[in-house]
């Protein structure tokens, strides 16, 4: 679901054909690390679904509950959400070796480790 | 392009007179001071006394109830005015709109004008309940704040409507404090906004009830996720990296 005219602020920050909501993101990056942490309100650990996909990282987790606001505009108001979903673009190749993911007060850490293909060292004269 | 002479005008729809205190929060970081009064307006039944207008603002409203509102409001309990605003600030209006509102609380005769925000913190997932800390315009504030156990900030930077808001209030003379909650800089933060309230709770002798707010902490974070997205591009725009260093002239 892409708005296209709006800023890209208001886009796709919820979606009513998955009745998803999209969830706070940040990405970090260390030398060898890339680090996601995804805000996930109303969701139990269990819930959470990570992958590593061509994309980036796919974030799906179910909510405890639905969740509808019926008094919020004018489709909004029938639908009920029931993930947060996401795929969060990274910003280098990482690989799935040594991924490690914590969830601690409702906000997921994700580690990953940046893809090192080619190493060779360069000498300066 | 908005110049500081702009006009931003402060609409009373209710007469206010008797205003001691004077409560101001944008969206910040942690969303913080947005969550805080945003939860003190309904929790303690506040009226809506006025709205900030200016030809400068975007033509932006909000619909409650079926009602158009303008999306900077002002509420009022007893002695406590409070002004929320239901988005950030453009940088170019920052100045006007402090301008005005430190102006209509001298011309009220406001005793003390109180802003606040969230001060971000890397380990905030390791802290319990946040801490408040305090900026005083003087040494009479200072004297209140210690009265009202919220410890001092003694040494660091601030950046945002909070501190153009003290920038005002210097200049014009009215006594302001600015509380600090440490908090989440990207998540709404309700635990943060929660202390937020407890200090106000102390200066103003209100007794807003922050049970509510702290059971329903996770609808916050899923409902106000919006308007922390449009938040963080604001915050860029104010140089918030600013609070994150050590001033040049530290002692």
Known sequence: ?????????????????????????????????????????????????????????EVEASLTRCVRYARW????????????????????????????????????????SKRRDVNVRISVT | ???????????????????????????????????????????????????????????????????PKPPLRLYRRG?????VSEMPMDFPLITPVTRALVQWAATKGVELLITMSGIAVPNRLE??????????????????????????????????????????????GVPCLILLAQAHLKYPDPGAAAAVINALNRLVGWTVDTKELLAHEDEVRLRLRALMQRTQQHMQEVQKGHEQEIPLLYT
């Open chain 1, 73 to 112: 505009g004018t489709v909004q108001r029938s639908c009920e959400f029931r993930t947060l979903y996401k795929i969060v673009a990274l910003p280098c190749p990482v690989v799935a070796e040594g991924t490690t993911a914590t969830f601690r007060k409702g906000i997921l850490r994700v580690e990953l």
């Open chain 2, 1 to 67: 392009m908005l110049l500081s002479s702009e006009r931003v005008a402060v609409v009373e729809t209710v007469p206010i007179e008797g205003c001691r205190y004077c409560v101001v929060g944008f969206p910040d970081v942690g969303l913080v001071s947005s969550i805080a009064l945003g939860h003190a307006v309904l929790e303690a039944r506040m009226v809506e006394v006025g709205y900030l207008e200016s030809d400068a603002f975007p033509p932006v409203l909000v619909v409650h109830d079926g009602a």
């Open chain 2, 127 to 172: 802290i319990e309940v946040p801490e408040v800390y305090g900026v005083a315009s003087g040494p009479p504030v200072r004297k209140v704040m210690e009265a009202a156990h919220v410890p001092a900030l003694e040494e660091g930077f601030l950046a945002g409507l909070h501190a153009a808001l003290m920038k005002e209030a210097l200049a014009t």
């Open chain 1, 1 to 57: 679901m892409a708005f296209g005219l709006f800023d890209e602020l208001a886009q796709e920050l919820w979606d009513l054909e998955r009745g998803s909501f999209t969830p706070l993101v940040s990405v970090t990056e260390t030398e060898d690390r890339v680090i996601v942490e995804v805000d996930l309100p109303l969701v139990q650990k269990e819930d959470i679904c990570l992958r590593l996909v061509e994309e980036g990282l």
């Open chain 2, 79 to 83: 002695e406590v005015v409070v002004v």
